[in-house]
């Protein structure tokens, strides 16, 4: 998946792989149902590549149709919003 360079956070902070990467590691570390509902949980062994600043890659462990509909519904917060407020229970 390319991203679209120039692409910023309401902060400043740029939208690239890098980004992306943290948000999938912190909305797929947790393994519990998502919100809606379980069929828009990743499988166990999903993973996220990056190639470059702007390229990223997604592994999944067997074909997944819902893939685009998941990444869709996923959490995208900036660097602060990580270090500032996280997410789940044990921010709350």
Not at 7 to 10: A, E, G, N, Q, W
């Given at each position: 998946m390319t991203l679209r360079q120039g692409?910023?956070?309401?902060n400043g902070e740029p939208f690239d792989a890098a980004v992306v990467r943290l948000n999938w590691d912190e909305n797929t570390h947790v393994q519990q149902p998502f919100r809606a509902g379980q069929f828009l949980t990743f499988k166990p062994g999903a993973q996220l590549e990056i190639l470059e600043p702007y390229t990223i890659r997604f592994h999944f462990p067997a074909p997944d149709g819902m893939?685009?509909?998941k990444l869709s519904s996923m959490h995208i917060g900036s660097r602060q919003f990580w270090a500032e407020h996280g997410w789940g229970e044990q921010s709350w």
């Open positions: 692409v910023k956070f309401h893939a685009l509909v």
